[in-house]
């Protein structure tokens, strides 16, 4: 069931869940698969690989139920191309990897930026680098989904919490993908994805659809928000999709400075513009707190744990939840920044985001890195902040 209505230029429809609503018990891979069918998505290509395997499993046999189209490519490089031509064709589609994968796949993410190809990518983040742990916890993939492909362009990374965010966030990645003409990327990590928690399936849901804009240049866009029409092939569209220079139609321009420079400045700031509606971060207990823990992912969950039990110590300690890691929410940490003395940190990896942080504060950043395979121990984020507060 699908009901239409336009607002600040985007088709908005109002689409009926391919769940019957209620309460259902998923692991998050699973939740990603079902998020992702109600918002529309109707094509996955993508290659098998430990610990996103789930989420292809499930898409495979759901495909078939909700008339979509399934098919497993040959690797990850096949797998991002299917979907950046599916995307052409007019579908919402996705596809699912791991670091490996993910790898493999950013010269064609480079791509789907430059070309402005909506879809959605999924990355279930474990131990690396290389094969690493390939059934273990990591968070190691923050600044390769940022600067992972060569050259200047905005991504969009979602980083949920919970199965039930995994769920809402696929829902809200396609959206934003549809609105900025961006891959989006969300950002699981292994214990998220393979988490198994209650999860309300609504009845419906809101979804964009995409702009499609007649006779305007596909490529170029006036206004605030830089964000073109987006043509579909097969329906009497003369295009021409190149990862090359291009002017406003399509056409190369590999030669002409002035191209590339109005080319990908707009491509940047169609998403930098739109930081502060972009942007998402959740506060726990910052009221009155001298110390605040800066976490995202499932790393978050211990830090909210640890928190609310050194608050019963006494102890004037907060949390920010980054749900949105690129672009980075750097306007609400200035905000905490005024009232705070210290930004504790603790991350699955060397500390890639407490380093984003210090560009955006003048207070002190401890950074808790933890590279193990492991999830990090509320209890370590405790004697951590004890020993520093």
Not at 298 to 321: D, P
Not at 343 to 371: W, Y
């Amino acid at each position: 069931m699908r009901s239409y209505e336009e607002k600040n230029g985007m088709p908005r429809v109002t689409m009926k869940g391919v769940l019957p609503p209620g309460n259902y018990y998923l692991s998050g891979n699973e939740a990603i698969a079902e998020g992702a069918l109600t918002a529309g998505c109707r094509f996955y290509a993508g290659y098998p690989i430990t610990p996103s395997s789930e989420i292809m499993e499930r898409m495979a046999r759901r495909m078939e139920e909700t008339g979509g189209v399934f098919i497993q490519m040959e690797d990850e490089i096949a797998s991002i191309c299917a979907v950046l031509g599916a995307s052409w064709a007019g579908a919402k589609a996705m596809t699912a990897t791991s670091g490996p994968g993910f790898t493999l796949m950013q010269e064609a993410i480079g791509y789907g930026a430059f070309t402005e190809t909506p879809c959605v990518i999924v990355d279930i983040q474990r131990a690396g680098p290389s094969t690493g742990q390939a059934t273990r916890v990591g968070s190691g993939d923050v600044m390769q989904a940022k600067w992972g492909s060569h050259g200047d362009y905005e991504l969009i990374v979602l980083s949920p919490w919970s199965v039930q965010e995994m769920f809402e966030f696929s829902v809200e990645a396609f959206n934003l993908a549809e609105r900025f003409r961006v891959p989006v990327i969300l950002l699981g990590d292994q214990a998220t994805g393979h988490l198994r928690e209650n999860v309300r399936i609504p009845r419906s849901v809101e979804v964009l659809d995409r702009k499609k804009g007649g006779d305007s240049p596909p490529f170029d866009a006036g206004g605030e928000d830089l964000v073109p029409p987006m043509p579909t092939f097969g329906e009497g569209a003369r295009l021409l999709v190149t990862g090359s220079t291009h002017d406003g139609w399509g056409v190369r321009k590999t030669d002409d400075p002035e191209a590339h420079a109005r080319l990908v400045e707009r491509i940047n700031e169609k998403i930098l513009r739109a930081r502060e509606t972009i942007s998402r971060t959740e506060s726990y207990l910052l009221e009155a707190a001298d110390v605040a823990v800066v976490a995202y992912g499932f790393t978050a969950r211990s830090a909210l744990h640890a928190v609310k039990q050194l608050r019963k110590e006494g102890r004037s300690v907060g949390l920010i939840r980054l749900m949105t890691l690129w672009p980075f929410p750097a306007q609400q940490i200035h905000t905490l920044s005024a009232s705070i003395e210290k930004i504790f940190v603790p991350e699955m990896n060397r500390g890639q985001i407490a380093g984003e942080i210090k560009k955006h504060t003048d207070k002190t950043v401890i950074s808790l890195p933890q590279a193990n395979g492991e999830i990090i121990d509320p209890r370590s984020i405790m004697d951590e902040i004890r020993r520093i507060s």
